[in-house]
């Protein structure tokens, strides 16, 4: 009796305590609770990931992906003008669907472009704000990749292939759509009916995420209506304590109006957020190659795109500052990344092959830039600290005024064996001789500083 007691309350605690730990883990479906949530550490380790934009938008390819609104929505003069001189009249945009066939879409060749770009994540459009769904949505009848166009699982035949080279895949998912009649009709209430995100949202979000388990969400398109109106908060603490993916998955921040820069996981703000201090959240900058859309334009020029040393210069400050930097390419309607596009990513890989070791899984350091003998910016891990260096060197003696030099510094140029002679300058920072000159297509190098007092 008394042992089957004993027994019996120790079960009892052990049980208790197990209840205890479980529920005390648990978020609940608020913003307070949620921010509290600490972000998974691959994110902040990946710092470089691709974004990419494909739908039906990608079948005119004019303007940018906001082509159905520009042209029925905003009614803009360029984009009717355009449709008038290029098709029947009476043609409607649904009517693209089929013409986005995705001949040569090769998920493989995607990956493969992915991982030499040196990119550690690859978040993919699974519906733009066009609605249309790049997987079998059971909501999205016949406005979506399998029932129409490529008659294809554009979402998971790009997740399985970039997860053969262990790439984290994201999605990108649009709260809104612009000609929903469940949305509009949501609209005319002033958000009071839900009837849009009961039937069509939250069903979609869920379906997601149990079906293609993504490492992150990028969310977008909540800034028609409060995130009250989304469910968003009940959505991630579904997320957060109960999905697939609770431990893994990180989200950004737009789950609502006025809920960017504010809540969620890491912050993107503004579209090309760009902070000019160091920020106290984890952040993301997301930019486009080519500068004037995220979806592939038949009509975009060499001189719209940023050109190599521009985007380096981008990630290294982004990097500096602690921001993820997420770089987004369109393909075309058929398949293919533009060989311009292609360029630009191998090109990046091949200075991220030298440079790399300044850019994954470092720190912000003490300081984040300096006007040294040409602009610098700074990146450490552990007591390790790296100076980036953004214009190919015109002379072969460099100051750096920051750094604190001991008698154990060590300064190396990255992808070069030997160390580099240095001299103390007389209050801090140092002189250095380069014995020879880096001079790289990206115009940036990298002086590794170890063993600083
Ligand atoms: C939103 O969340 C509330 C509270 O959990 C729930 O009662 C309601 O049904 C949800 N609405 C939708 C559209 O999911
Ligand atoms: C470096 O100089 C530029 C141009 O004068 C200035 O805008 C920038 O703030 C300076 N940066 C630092 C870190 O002092």
């Known amino acids: 009796m008394n042992v089957l007691q004993y027994g019996g309350s120790a ?119 066009e609605g249309f769904t790049n997987w079998k949505s059971p909501t999205s009848w016949n406005w979506n990749s399998v029932d129409t166009g490529p008659h294809r699982d554009l979402v998971g035949d790009l997740g399985a292939a970039i997860r053969k080279r262990s790439l984290h895949y994201g999605l990108y998912h649009s709260l809104l759509e612009w000609f929903n009649p469940l949305y509009q009709q949501d609209q005319q209430s002033g958000f009071k009916t839900q009837d849009f995100v009961y039937y069509k949202t939250m069903p979609e979000l869920y379906d997601l995420v149990t079906r293609y388990k993504p490492e992150l969400i990028w969310s977008d398109g909540d800034w028609g209506a409060p995130d009250t109106y989304w469910n968003s908060t009940e959505f991630l603490a579904w997320l957060y304590n109960d999905s697939p993916v609770k431990d893994v998955i990180v989200v950004n921040d737009r789950w609502g109006d006025g809920t960017y820069c504010k809540h969620g996981g890491y912050y993107n703000c503004a579209d090309k957020f760009t902070p000019s201090t160091l920020p106290d959240h984890k952040w993301e900058k997301c930019n486009s190659i080519d500068t004037h859309s995220w979806g592939y334009r038949r009509n975009m020029r060499l001189s719209d795109m940023m050109d190599l040393p521009s985007i380096i210069k981008d990630l290294v400050f982004t990097v500096a500052y602690g921001g993820n930097y997420l770089l987004n390419v369109g393909p ?48 450490s891990k552990g007591s390790t600290v790296y100076a980036i260096f953004l214009t190919n060197p015109q002379q072969s003696s460099f100051q750096l005024f920051t750094p604190l030099t001991s008698e154990k510094t060590v300064v190396t140029l990255l992808g070069s064996p030997n160390p580099i002679k240095w001299a103390p300058m007389h209050t801090s920072g140092l002189t250095m001789l380069l014995p020879e000159l880096p001079c790289t297509p990206a115009g940036a190098w990298t002086i590794k500083l170890d063993g600083l007092a």
């Open 332 to 379: 075309t309607s058929d398949g293919m990344i533009p060989t311009t596009f292609e360029e630009r990513l191998r090109d990046i890989g091949a200075w991220l092959k030298v440079n790399g070791e300044a850019i994954y899984a470092t720190k912000p350091w003490r300081v984040q830039a300096e006007n040294a003998t040409v602009p610098v910016w700074y990146t």
């Open 11 to 129: 079960l009892l605690l052990i049980w208790t305590l197990f209840f205890v730990s479980v529920s005390s883990d648990r978020y609940t479906p608020d913003w307070k609770s949620l921010d509290a949530r600490p972000l998974p550490p691959w994110y902040d380790e990946a710092k470089f990931g691709l974004f990419v934009h494909w739908g039906v938008f990608s079948v005119p390819a004019f303007g940018s992906e906001w082509f159905w609104w520009n042209w029925k929505g905003a009614m803009s003069p360029d984009y009717i003008l355009f449709m008038a001189k290029n098709y029947p009249p009476g043609f409607t945009y649904p009517e693209f669907a089929p013409m986005f066939n995705a001949q040569f879409f090769e998920p493989d060749q995607w990956a493969e472009l992915f991982e030499a770009s040196g990119a550690k994540y690859v978040v993919f459009t699974t519906k733009h704000h």
